[in-house]
């Protein structure tokens, strides 16, 4: 019974690592922007293949790998600003929100395509994986599941100093709960848009890696973890990153044991209900507060 | 050397403003020489919130120009508080889930350097002592006045030359409205240009060197408060006697 329990804890962790990364670079730019990047699906994939492209076409090191895959993330973070976010900031305002959605919604269709040419639809195996486990008595740890645990909360950890402690985290915080306020204090918000959309697109790839290393890779690898991010903002309240953590580590686990219990068909079922519930009776999410209209 | 004699740090020039087609400035033209205290009065949503936030790149200018010290005015909000614009809104606007403590260091986000930051916050905690006390408080959390103080404490933190404060006195107590106007007065006295936007010309009477009433976004009546306090038929003709 126990070793089931383990194992069951161990994907819940596991899984819920991988959903927080990804709800994280999600919630960040819904939070500080009140943009909803439908492109981050499509970023997160980038990733995954910048990783393989480096480390099994070019055969370097995997932490040059990994290191591509999260530089290729920033650099579609970055691109996505000047290109498509800034552009949309400078029109009205007051429509960003629903224009800024349905363009990442054709950049992220658009870069899928580009990735399924680049690479054919075939599925391809994550270079940077860790393989074996480590056995404490009837207790099975997958080296692969330990690194993805360790390295998001290493992430997640450097994410919260980085908002709590730097002057740059001070200035994306303040932009996020006042903007014109963040403005008369000196901050350039254009500047702070597009180092949010550069640290989200920089998660978004190490995700895209974590992601394809427990699968494998394929054009739209990214769709489930967005999916699922999208839930877990829903559930934890739209731009609330300590609970977006929380909310996916708890319904990831809650996931795992719906699946154990009721059958693998009902796991995703299980957090739609959640989400079904959440709004019913508590609409801002579990731990947000009634959403004002940043732009 | 007499204020009028004093160069101004703050020029307006027949500016028009306002939000997408509708202008609601039209054609204001004023100076503030350095060290001046200078008070806007007038009704209700006439524009007087709009100045500020004209001068300050809030609401983009349609025409007209602005200089600070003796310098185009930047379009940009960021650029123009680099100037040592500092501008205290209406309602304070505080960044409702930090702390006081870090309300001010935003304050002083552009600060040159740690040292810098740190007299600044000595300077806030001498004028202001409650902020001190209230420093690790959310910010939300505070009462009217607090918030109102915080606000101003973060204005100052701003260590900018000219101060631009916007109806400190709305939606507070008559004793906290004394207390918000007793750090005002200091702060006139410390030697900072102030440019204050306010509905009642007999809360400025003793602190303001000179007044424009502003109407329907144009300058009707400038002069000393005295005077705009003595004439009867204005106050009855624009702010309801």
């Known amino acids: 019974m126990l070793d089931i329990l383990t194992s ?10 991988l959903y927080a990364l990804a709800t994280v670079g999600l919630s960040l730019v819904w939070g500080s922007m009140g943009m909803l990047n439908m492109a981050h699906a499509a970023m997160l994939t980038l990733g995954g293949y910048a990783a393989f492209s480096l480390s099994s076409a070019l055969g370097l090191p995997a932490v040059v790998g990994f290191a591509g895959a999260v530089l290729a993330g920033a650099i579609a973070g970055g691109l996505l600003y000047v290109f498509i976010v800034r552009n949309l900031l400078n029109n009205d305002k007051a429509t960003f929100e629903s224009n800024v959605m349905i363009a990442t919604v054709g950049i992220g269709i658009a870069l899928e395509n580009a990735i399924l040419l680049t690479f ?3 599925p391809l195996k994550q270079p940077i994986s860790a393989t074996g486990s480590l056995i404490i008595g009837p207790v099975n740890l997958p080296y692969q599941n330990m690194l993805i645990v360790i390295v998001v ?13 730097t002057r740059i985290g001070r200035a994306i915080r303040a932009t996020a709960q006042n ?20 640290l989200s697109g920089a998660l978004a790839g190490v995700c895209g890696v974590m992601v394809s290393s427990m699968t494998q890779l394929s054009p739209p690898l990214g769709n489930d973890p967005m999916l699922k991010a999208f839930i877990m903002c829903v559930v934890a309240g739209l731009g609330n990153l300590p609970g977006a953590v929380a909310a996916a580590f708890g319904l990831a686990l809650l996931e795992a044991f719906v699946q154990y219990a009721a059958g693998a068909r009902w796991g995703f079922p299980s957090l739609l209900f959640v989400v079904i519930a959440v709004l019913i009776w508590r609409p801002a999410g579990l731990f947000g507060r009634a959403q004002i209209r940043r732009m | 050397m007499t204020l009028s004699e004093k160069p101004p740090v ?29 008070t806007v009065v007038g009704p209700n949503g006439h524009g007087k919130s709009t100045l500020l936030k004209t001068i300050s790149g809030l609401v983009p200018l349609k025409q007209g120009s ?31 889930e930090m702390s006081v403590l870090e309300n001010l260091l ?54 900018g030359e000219i101060l631009l404060i916007d109806e400190p006195s709305l939606g507070l107590a008559p004793l906290v409205i004394e207390q918000v106007y007793g750090v005002i007065a200091e702060l006139s006295r410390s030697g900072r240009t102030i440019l204050l936007v306010e509905e009642n010309p007999a809360r400025v009477a003793d602190l303001a ?3 424009h009433l502003l109407d329907d976004g144009e300058i009707v009546w400038s002069g000393p408060p005295a005077e705009l306090l003595a004439r009867d038929e204005l106050l009855a003709t624009y702010l309801g006697g």
């Open chain 1, 153 to 165: 909360i290493a992430l997640m950890a450097l994410v919260a100093l980085l908002l709590a402690r």
């Open chain 2, 10 to 38: 703050l020029s307006l020039s027949n500016i028009v403003s306002g939000y997408r087609e509708l202008t609601v400035l039209k054609g204001i033209s004023f100076d503030v020489a350095a060290g001046a205290f200078v």
């Open chain 1, 120 to 122: 054919g639809g075939q």
């Open chain 1, 179 to 198: 903007r014109e306020a963040a403005q008369l204090m000196g901050v350039a918000v254009n500047r702070v848009y597009f180092q949010v959309l550069v």
């Open chain 2, 106 to 159: 935003m304050g002083a986000y552009l600060a040159p350097s740690r040292a810098e930051i740190d007299r600044r916050l000595d300077e806030v905690y001498t004028l202001l002592p409650k902020l001190a006390d209230r420093r690790h408080q959310i910010a939300s959390s505070l009462s009217g006045g607090e918030r109102r103080m915080a606000g101003i404490g973060r204005g100052l933190m701003m260590g």
């Open chain 1, 8 to 17: 069951i804890i161990i994907a819940g962790l596991t899984t819920g690592a």
């Open chain 2, 209 to 211: 060197d000179h007044l």
């Open chain 2, 66 to 96: 602005i200089g600070i010290n003796g310098s185009p005015a930047p379009g940009q909000p960021h650029a123009i508080a680099a100037l040592g614009v500092a501008h205290v809104p209406q309602g304070d606007m505080l960044f409702p």
